[in-house]
C-alpha cells in the first residue's frame, strides 16, 4: 500500500469545546494551491472549503476554532490570530 489515507477527525464538536482566545485564518500567498487541502477532510465541523487547489476558505459559521486546520497545514497557511483581530482581512 503506497501514500497515507487520513481517517482520523479530531472529536470537537460545538457543544464539547471550550472557547479558544484564537481563531484560524488563511493567508492564502503562504499555500501553494497546488494539493488537495487535507484540512478539508480533517475539519470536524466541515468548515474548511476549497475550490479546485486554490487556498482553502474557513465558514465562520460552521468553525469551532478547534485549531485542527492549523496544526495541519504544513506552510502554516492557516493560522490562529487572536479574536479580537478576527476583523475581514486580505493577505
Ligand atoms: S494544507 Fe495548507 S498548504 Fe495545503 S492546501 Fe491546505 S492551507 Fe494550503
Ligand atoms: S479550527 Fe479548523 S478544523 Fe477546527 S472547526 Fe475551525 S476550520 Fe475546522
Redesign the pocket.
Known sequence: MSGLRISWK?N?KRSSLPKRAE??VVISHRCPQDHPCP?VR????D??IQHGFAAPE??KN?????????DICPYKA?TDMPQEKNVRMTF
Not at 480533517?42 to 465541523?45: L, N, R, S, T, V
Not at 460552521?62 to 492549523?70: S, T
Open positions: 479530531p470537537c481563531v484560524p484540512c480533517m475539519c470536524p465541523e468548515a474548511v474557513i465558514d460552521k468553525c469551532v476554532d478547534c485549531g485542527a486546520c492549523v492557516i
